[in-house]
């Protein structure tokens, strides 16, 4: 929850920080940018780090970093040093994102992908509480909420005795570098796939909640209604992902992201209509819920050798949401706010598209049928059993 807390304080806090420091609104919102940034190298960090430090120290660095650099932030007497120590709280909030969503993808075997909606449904949890909470306590009082931040990381570094510190051993069987080159092309496209996958997913996530408010005014609802809307498709993000735990139980993984695919895509065709549009986010915010933790496993089964995959895919997670804000503007600059939906929803086609794909190409074959051995008759014990 403080994670993803950390997240969600530097847009509300963008009205005190352009006043303290004098700066544009393209230059406050550099806070987020640079903490997305460091999050890319925690991650890349992290990863390199990953098997040969120990967890549990991985981990307890990622919560110093992200205390160290929000009360840098909060304290920074100028903005180049504010925007330092977003970086550096960004470095421990990737470590944290690589660190934690790889040590469940791995080490609750088959409830695994019900566990990471479960703890992605709690980060959740967190970027709603945090924009609530400047708003209650006063964006000038944004210094005050990024202490007692830095001041509750302290705490969680007490509670690393229940993870293991090294990872499990890989399955059993041909060692990456043996893996053959047919073999080793098939696994690329997979990964490459998965990374288009999670870039698209995340494109469209950061899309919705940037670009909500804007598409619901422009099409005659009140900006109230259009704030309200938002918050309740971040909210629905959360719920989604507590509601898919159980059935993740039961479903495969590729079976769930499918339908979670389908779903936002007809959301977002029906969000471009304005009476639906509120109702419609809504359900993209349902939709795309389940994506990114329920992905994680079924990277892992597919790519057991690919100790780098899971990095890869949340660095590019992490680029998809810095890279879908102006990206999506240049668009919009030329087709029209109007077309926010119908541009999300051809991003959310391609969305299907990889997972159809990724399912049919990591899909075990069956085994062989073999014909039952002959029925030969036990031997005679002579002796006592070794």
Not at 253 to 265: D, L, N
Not at 343 to 362: E, F, M, N, P
């Amino acid at each position: 929850m403080l994670f993803g807390a950390l997240q969600a304080f530097y847009g509300p806090a963008i009205p005190a920080l352009r006043e303290e420091f004098g700066l544009s609104p393209s230059a406050a919102g550099l806070a987020l940018s640079a903490h997305f940034v460091g999050g890319v190298g925690g991650v890349l960090v992290f990863d390199r780090l990953y098997g040969r430090t120990g967890n549990r120290r991985m981990l307890g660095a990622s919560y110093l970093l992200m205390a160290l650099g929000a009360a840098g932030f909060a304290l920074a007497p100028n903005w180049p040093l504010a925007l330092a120590a977003a970086l550096l709280a960004g470095c421990g909030f990737g470590g944290l994102d690589y660190g934690l969503n790889q040590l469940f993808a791995v080490g609750f075997g088959h409830r695994s992908t019900a566990m990471l909606n479960i703890l992605n449904a709690h980060f959740g949890i967190g970027a709603v509480l945090g924009p609530a909470l400047i708003g209650a306590v006063g964006a000038e009082h944004y210094p005050v909420v990024f202490l007692v931040f830095a001041l509750a990381n302290l705490p969680l570094l007490f509670c690393l005795r229940g993870v293991r510190d090294r990872p499990p051993q890989p399955p059993q069987g041909r060692a990456a570098g043996e893996v053959s080159g047919a073999a080793a092309r098939a696994l690329r496209s997979v990964l490459a796939v998965f990374v288009v996958l999670y870039v698209l997913h995340v494109g469209i996530e950061a899309g919705v909640g940037g670009w909500e408010p804007t598409h619901l005014e422009s099409v005659g609802h009140s900006a109230g209604i259009a704030a309200t809307a938002t918050s309740v498709y971040w909210l629905m993000m959360t719920v989604g992902r507590f509601l898919v735990a159980p059935l993740a139980l039961r479903f495969s993984p590729q079976a769930i992201i499918t339908v979670s695919c389908a779903g936002m895509t007809v959301c977002l065709l029906l969000a471009a209509v304005p009476d639906l549009a509120p109702f419609a986010y809504a359900g993209v915010g349902l939709f795309i819920a389940p994506v990114f933790p329920t992905g994680l496993p079924w990277l892992h089964r597919a790519a057991p050798h690919a100790r780098r995959a899971g990095a890869l895919v949340i660095a590019a997670s992490l680029t998809g949401g810095v890279v879908a804000g102006p990206s999506l503007g240049k668009v919009i600059e030329w087709s029209g706010v109007r077309a926010v939906p119908l541009l999300l929803a051809a991003v959310s086609a391609a969305c299907l598209a990889a997972t159809l794909w990724l399912t049919r190409a990591t899909r075990t074959k069956p085994a062989t049928r073999t014909k039952p051995a002959t029925r030969t008759k036990p031997a005679t014990r002579t002796g006592p059993v070794t």
